[in-house]
């Protein structure tokens, strides 16, 4: 199915898709037959083609959301095909009466994903809320002259005063690129004013050095331990998903706070045997 693509100036392709004649009912009914039938993709293809005004024009509604109209103008067509696909023409009414909610569908998903990185409209709801927000305020500030209450934007909307203020807080706070340049002189970055919070490369080379001897010499602490004392070690403190000291009971058939007395025992071992193993390192527990 080959529809206009949205290339140089929207204008010009308003102008190219006027070109394609609004289907009479009778016409549409007999194509979307032929394709509901037959598979008939040149029948599809003017169902389609016939209904693209109709797509820009829902499009401009969304315009004030900061995303590019032709953008919105090819998610919306995508939505239209997605429409024909799905429409059933013995139901009685028009194709673009069904493709509408589509079309916005696919338009507003569209604006959701482009908003931000961070989801901003995680439920039904939410996304209602989304595009509602700003219709509501213009309409009541048309009516006072001035800006309404989240209370009064709420009650418009039937949803509770936190719920606006969230979305408010959400639409308003864009992602914000690293890259993006500080200033007039275009020198700077947001990336050059971030600050490093973790370690100094002298106290990590430190702990590295010490991980490696601890490392280099554990076989040989370990053979100053008895088996019960290394299957402790071994499978509570040095494991991925650590045993519990119930477990570990109930293999030696001891009580919980007697596995706690035999780990830390095994634990000053260790450290006797590796003076310099600390609380920093990952042998140790939490």
């Known amino acids: 199915m080959e ?9 010009r ?10 289907l009479t009912a009778e016409e549409e009914f007999r194509l979307a037959v032929r394709f509901k039938k037959k598979n008939d993709l040149k029948a599809a293809e003017k169902l389609v083609v016939s209904n693209l005004r109709f797509v820009v024009k829902i499009a401009h509604e969304y315009r004030n959301y900061g995303i590019k109209l032709s953008d919105l103008v090819q998610e919306g067509n995508i939505g239209l095909m997605h429409a024909v696909k799905k429409f059933d023409p013995y139901r009685g009414y028009r194709l673009i009466s069904y493709a509408v909610w589509w079309i916005r569908a696919y338009i507003q998903n569209y604006i959701i994903k482009s908003w931000s990185l961070v989801k901003i409209g995680t439920t039904q709801a939410q996304r209602k809320l989304f595009f509602k927000l700003s219709q509501a ?11 309404p209450e989240f209370a009064e934007i709420a009650e418009s909307l039937g949803v509770r005063p936190d719920e606006i203020a969230d979305m408010e807080s959400r639409m308003n706070n864009r992602d914000l690129s690293l890259d993006a340049s500080v200033g007039e002189d275009g020198d700077s970055t947001h990336m050059n004013y971030l600050t490093y919070s973790g370690e100094d ?3 990590a080379l430190i702990r590295k050095e010490e991980m490696e001897l601890v490392q280099k010499h554990i076989a040989g602490a370990l053979a100053r331990l008895t088996e019960k004392e290394t299957f402790i070690i071994k499978n509570r403190v040095m494991a991925d998903n650590p045993l519990t000291l119930q477990e570990i009971g109930d293999r030696y058939h001891i009580t919980r706070e007697r596995a706690r007395q035999i780990e830390k025992q095994a ?15 990952k042998l140790l527990p939490a």
């Not at 048309?142 to 800006?147: D, H, I, Q, Y």
Request: zero cysteines; proline letters at 4%.
């Open 3 to 11: 529809v206009p693509a949205v290339t140089g100036t929207l204008d």
């Open 13 to 22: 392709y308003v102008a190219e898709i006027n070109r394609f004649e609004v």
């Open 137 to 147: 305020r213009r309409r009541l500030q048309g009516l006072s002259e001035k800006r």
């Open 267 to 281: 634990l000053r071992k260790l450290a006797q045997a590796i003076p310099y193993l600390g609380k920093d390192t």
């Open 201 to 203: 490369q002298e106290t």
